[in-house]
Nanobody, 124 residues
């Protein structure tokens, strides 16, 4: 079965950096778009970034543009989220997900399997 396991979260001061990883198994990793979402306390889950199946095309939410970058290593079945210049408002649980298809999707409904999430806390 499909498994997605996130790692790399933690506590960091504002202005710092973290790199999240998501290891995938149980399906043909390089055939599908991957995405990162986050859920902040008291808020709905929101789109952060997505990357095409080959890794050549990415989409990043406006709130993260210029600070976050998504990448993937298809040889390692892993997708990454590099987060720089972190702000307290980036505090959230971060989830990776695999899409049903190959386009770049921002909607949660386009993603069929999700990881358990990893906590990111940014202190001021």
């Amino acid at each position: 079965q499909v498994q997605l396991v996130e790692s790399g979260g933690g506590l960091v001061q504002a202005g710092g950096s973290l790199r999240l990883s998501c290891a995938a198994s149980g399906y043909t990793f390089n055939a599908y778009t991957m995405g990162w979402f986050r859920r902040a306390p008291g808020k709905e889950r929101e789109f952060v970034a997505a990357i095409s199946y080959g890794g050549g095309v990415t989409d990043v939410a406006d709130s993260a543009k210029g600070r976050f970058a998504i990448s993937r290593d298809n040889a390692k079945n892993t997708v990454y989220l590099q987060m720089n210049s972190l702000k307290p408002e980036d505090t959230a649980i971060y989830y990776c997900a695999v899409a049903f298809g190959r386009a770049l999707y921002r909607s949660e409904g386009a993603y069929g399997n999700w990881g358990q999430g990893t906590q990111v806390t940014v202190s001021s």
